[in-house]
């Protein structure tokens, strides 16, 4: 215990020949002027003294003054002369009192020379100097719970200053904003500038290791602004930005996050979320990834139930490989509003593949309102299935804007509807390849594309709307010359603006002619139904019966059908069906004895039925043609057309 030496408990006062001045009197002023100020009788303020106070024959008297005031005191004899003034004087420091100073800006506590060791603030007495730094946030239970000192106690929980990291880039933060991550579920970069992280020696969960900043479960991540960089001369395969255990309720938002792949080696993701559930990245900047910008990925075998993930509002840009991607999202993807910029592979990557085949693992996958530019393709989606691709604009590619496709497990049941599909020289703007289908694409715009629309490979249950298409070089809905390359697939009347040279672009490739590959089980098309297209153009001549996509179709007559009674043609059920060795195909159109019919049925082998065309009905009309004028009920010549075109 530290003692001190008691105070006077009471004012007295001295004549100048050092007797007790008996009956002086004791004036009291504001500082620095002659206004009277009180002084008290005691220690409650409650009851001011006389002014002037009067001493007794002791030269004493009971006088306290207000501590957050400033005085004069001028003391006199009992007959009015002054004996001293004093000016400036300040009460004593009452420990039960707030402590006030006279001016504002004027005084100080303690001085460079002599310092007070601590000091205790607020309810539950927390320290505010720590080491030397003033501060008010103490350490908090979490902080202690992982291990985590904070090094600045003037900033709150989460803010990255409190834990050291540095907003210049001039130092690595990586410890300090993984001890601010690991003590905090929200976390904020403050000052807005440049953080500088090294890649730490984890793994994330598909075993790419090298992860700079490692998100937990629940984690916030609030980047106002600021830049994650990858810090120059390291290297990984992980993320700047990922985790290493499963996650659910995870945000990153409002910051850059840079890869500078000019100046690191290695597969660094941007920023990558593993096995993640109802978990968001927003309003974030990927720039310059050496390997995928922004994604979800669920690297489980067999794939684990993780999802209900969103990317929205993000700008990827400068990624060496993929820009966005999304693996085996089981519950679900939304992927909105985003633009991604000069990509090495796909601009968006959606996969699910199973190796047990159908289904993929993925569902409920929306890719919304994205812009797109220079990249291979726009949108590829690989095994995933309930997916809607709607309202993106893709421009600039080298492979197929949009691309559905099996692996082993098929892309089915996709919405393709309301994209800008442009500028891909040579490539198709919608690819459906290999047995994936169930697919719907309609009210799209296509330009500068060699198909607008292209299935493949067993491509299925393909249902086309109307689409407008401009500057095609080859054809709007292209089907290879292979075996089932599109099969039970409805493709309504396109619209093209524009011209046409040579009949390029085709409405469609040709599906039953002597060019087709195989007929029946392997031909090219099986049940696929086709109507003409129409030119937007002014002065584009209705179509004749010469006019077809590429070539003539088949050639052959009416043959007399035994199950007829040797007729060629016979009227039932309000339609005129003929018989033929031929195969004109369901869908296609026929010229007979100069009259054009469009071929709606095939009830039986060799057995088509046909309905007669007429201006603004490129379907049809039903009814009897055996007699003339027609005289299908002969054996009379046909020529096979495809779907022709059409004006408005």
Not at 279 to 305: D, H, K, L, Q, Y
Request: charge should be negative.
């Amino acid at each position: 215990m530290t003692t001190q030496l008691a105070p006077t408990p009471v004012f007295k006062a001295f004549d100048n020949n050092g007797l007790p001045l008996a009956n002086g009197m004791l004036y009291s002023y504001i500082a620095g002027t002659t206004t009277p100020q009180a002084t008290y009788t005691d220690s409650t303020g409650s009851t001011p003294n006389a002014n002037p106070v009067v001493l007794n024959a002791r030269g004493e008297a009971n006088v306290w003054l207000n501590p957050t005031q400033g005085y004069k005191l001028v003391l006199t004899d009992s007959l009015g002369n002054q004996i001293w003034s004093v000016d400036g004087i300040i009460g004593p420091v009452n420990i039960n009192q707030s402590l006030i100073p006279a001016a504002d800006n004027t005084y100080s506590l303690g001085s460079t020379t002599a310092a007070w060791a601590q000091l205790y603030l607020g309810a539950n007495h927390a320290p505010a100097l720590n080491g030397g730094i003033i501060g008010y946030w103490p350490q908090t239970a979490a902080e202690l719970a992982a291990g985590v000192t904070p090094t600045n106690y003037a900033y709150g929980p989460g803010y990255s200053e409190r834990y050291g990291a540095d907003a210049t880039g001039a130092t690595d933060s990586t410890m300090a904003l993984q001890n601010a991550l690991n003590a905090n579920a929200d976390v904020d970069l403050t000052p807005n500038g440049t953080f500088s992280v090294s890649p730490q020696n984890v793994n994330n969960p598909d075993g790419g290791n090298g992860v700079c900043l490692v998100i937990n479960s629940g984690n916030k991540l609030h980047m106002h602004g600021a830049t994650v960089q990858q810090k120059a001369g390291t290297t990984g395969s992980g993320c700047v930005i990922g985790n290493t255990a499963a996650l659910t309720g995870v945000v990153v938002e409002g910051g850059t996050v840079d890869g500078n792949s000019a100046n690191t080696t290695g597969n660094m993701n941007a920023v990558c979320l593993f096995n993640a559930t109802d978990c968001e990245i927003r309003n974030v900047t990927a720039i310059n990834a050496r390997w995928i910008g922004i994604g979800f990925r669920n690297p489980g075998s067999p794939a684990i139930s993780y999802g209900r993930n969103v990317i929205r509002d993000c700008t990827v840009n400068g990624s060496l490989y993929i820009g966005i991607q999304c693996n085996r999202p089981m519950l679900g993807i939304a992927v909105l509003d985003n633009i991604v910029v000069g990509t090495g592979d796909n601009a968006i990557d959606i996969e699910g593949n199973n190796t047990a085949g159908d289904p993929g693992y993925g569902e409920r996958v929306l890719v919304r309102g994205n812009s797109c530019y220079s990249f291979k393709s726009g949108v590829f989606l690989e095994s995933v299935g309930e997916a809607i691709i709607d309202g993106n604009t893709l421009q600039n590619f080298n492979a197929p804007g949009i691309y559905l496709n099996r692996t082993n497990s098929g892309a089915l049941s996709v919405l393709v509807t309301n994209n800008r599909i442009v500028d891909g020289a040579g490539q198709a703007g919608v690819y459906v390849n290999n047995s994936s289908g169930k697919v719907y694409i309609g009210g799209n715009y296509f330009r500068a594309l060699a198909n607008s629309i292209f299935g493949n490979a067993g491509a299925a249950h393909v249902s086309v709307g109307h689409n407008i298409h401009e500057n095609i070089t080859s054809t709007l809905i292209g089907v290879p010359q292979a075996a089932n390359s599109l099969v039970y697939a409805r493709i309504v009347a396109q619209d093209y603006a524009g011209s046409r040279a040579a009949g390029v672009p085709f409405a469609c490739s040709p599906l039953t002619n002597s060019n087709n590959y195989g007929s029946g089980a392997t031909a090219r098309a099986f049940a696929v139904i086709c109507e003409g297209a129409y030119a937007m153009e002014s002065g584009v001549a209705p179509a004749a019966a010469s006019d077809d996509e590429y070539q003539n179709g088949v050639t052959g007559v009416l043959a007399a059908n035994s199950a007829w009674s040797g007729a060629y043609a016979t009227y039932t059920g309000g339609d005129t069906q003929v018989y033929t060795t031929s195969n004109p195909g369901v869908g296609n159109y026929v010229e007979i004895g100069g009259y054009l019919y469009y071929v709606y049925a095939n009830p039986s082998g060799g057995v088509f039925t046909l309905r007669l065309v007429s201006a603004g009905n490129n379907q049809g009309t039903a009814g009897d043609y055996t007699a003339a004028p027609y005289n299908l009920d002969s054996a009379a010549n046909l020529t096979g057309y495809y779907p022709q075109w059409q004006t408005t």
